[in-house]
């Protein structure tokens, strides 16, 4: 395995969750506009981590993995929101918020 393979993949297995879960949220205005901004965040942390493996300095790894923080903290912050909002099942959201905490780590 690669430096960095496990990462990748809880990222990409993160994104899987999330898709499904906003495939599952009530068809209104509010759950759509969620919906939307969560499918945005929770599915660009994984593309950004694998640019970041490729990154050209030390410098821009760096940076890209802070875009990479920046994404799962929006995603979590949506998380949050569904939660809150009861729009959810705290079944599902809780591992996802739980895994996009230990990943912002």
């Not at 965040?41 to 050209?56: D, F, L, M, V």
């Not at 099942?89 to 591992?95: F, H, K, T, V």
Request: net charge neutral; aromatic share 2%; proline share 4%.
């Amino acid at each position: 395995m690669v430096k960095g393979d496990d990462i990748q993949a809880r990222l990409l297995d993160h994104a899987v969750g999330v898709i499904r879960l906003c495939s599952t949220l009530p068809k209104n205005r509010t759950a759509t506009h969620i919906a939307n901004q969560l499918m945005r965040s929770g599915t660009a942390a994984a593309p950004n981590y694998a640019e970041a493996r490729s990154a050209e300095s030390r410098l821009d790894f760096v940076h890209k993995l802070g875009i990479v923080r920046k994404e799962l903290n929006e995603t979590l912050v949506w998380l949050e929101m569904l939660l809150r909002l009861e729009m959810a099942p705290q079944a599902i959201l809780e591992p996802l918020m739980r895994e996009g905490d230990e990943l912002c780590r």
